[in-house]
T-cell receptor, first 114, second 115 residues
Framework: KAGVTQTPRYLIKTRGQQVTLSCSPISGHRSVSWYQQTPGQGLQFLFEYFSETQRNKGNFPGRFSGRQFSNSRSEMNVSTLELGDSALYLC?????????????FGPGTRLTVL | AQSVSQHNHHVILSEAASLELGCNYSYGGTVNLFWYVQYPGQHLQLLLKYFSGDPLVKGIKGFEAEFIKSKFSFNLRKPSVQWSDTAEYFCAVNARGQAGTALIFGKGTTLSVSS
């Protein structure tokens, strides 16, 4: 069974640009969560999607947005990039919403903002 | 707001030494607790979890953790570490009853095991 896949694995952007990251969950999983990992702040929850609806949102500015498609694949978008957005962005999938469903993490997308 | 503290940023041990990594959380309600591990070059993966019941939980690869409610702690232990345990370890919390699956992570502890 294929794991969570994230594309691209690496990205370099400049300040002010926007970026879209993609996540394909494990087959059959319908919930997708996104996390940002930085050396200073660690892992921080961005948002969670289930059945194409955002179910939960972390404390991030509106520049961070996401969506989920009918096949459960998810994208997150960051507009007007800032230097501080440089981070590893992790996607996690689970069968459904609810903490009893184990989350499986992908390898992440490393975003560098210059 | 919930928070998770991991006391040790970097732990260095020799093989066969015992391991204990500290984790304390800040939240007044009922929580679900997790330890995740990230081996070099690999994905974050679940080591063990606690939802309810026996406060001593056993996970994969010989790891265990004890939930002490009065101390708001969920420390990770292993009696005898191996070189292959070299990794970064993250403690995480989810507030029971909170919508969704959002995890609050500690900042991680890097474990280096020398052979």
């Amino acid at each position: 069974k294929a794991g969570v896949t994230q594309t691209p694995r690496y990205l370099i952007k400049t300040r002010g640009q926007q970026v879209t990251l993609s996540c394909s969950p494990i087959s059959g999983h319908r919930s997708v969560s996104w996390y940002q990992q930085t050396p200073g702040q660690g892992l921080q929850f961005l948002f969670e999607y289930f059945s194409e609806t955002q179910r939960n949102k972390g404390n991030f500015p509106g520049r961070f947005s996401g969506r989920q498609f009918s096949n459960s694949r998810s994208e997150m978008n960051v507009s007007t990039l800032e230097l501080g957005d440089s981070a590893l962005y992790l996607c996690a999938s689970s069968l459904a919403v609810g903490i009893t469903n184990e989350q499986f993490f992908g390898p992440g997308t490393r975003l560098t903002v210059l | 707001a919930q928070s998770v503290s991991q006391h040790n940023h970097h732990v260095i041990l020799s093989e066969a030494a015992s391991l204990e990594l500290g984790c304390n959380y800040s939240y007044g309600g009922t929580v679900n607790l997790f330890w995740y591990v990230q081996y070099p070059g690999q994905h974050l993966q679940l080591l063990l979890k606690y939802f309810s019941g026996d406060p001593l939980v056993k996970g994969i690869k010989g790891f265990e953790a004890e939930f002490i409610k009065s101390k708001f702690s969920f420390n990770l232990r292993k009696p005898s570490v191996q070189w292959s345990d070299t990794a970064e370890y993250f403690c995480a919390v989810n507030a029971r009853g909170q919508a969704g699956t959002a995890l609050i992570f500690g900042k991680g502890t890097t474990l280096s095991v020398s052979s």
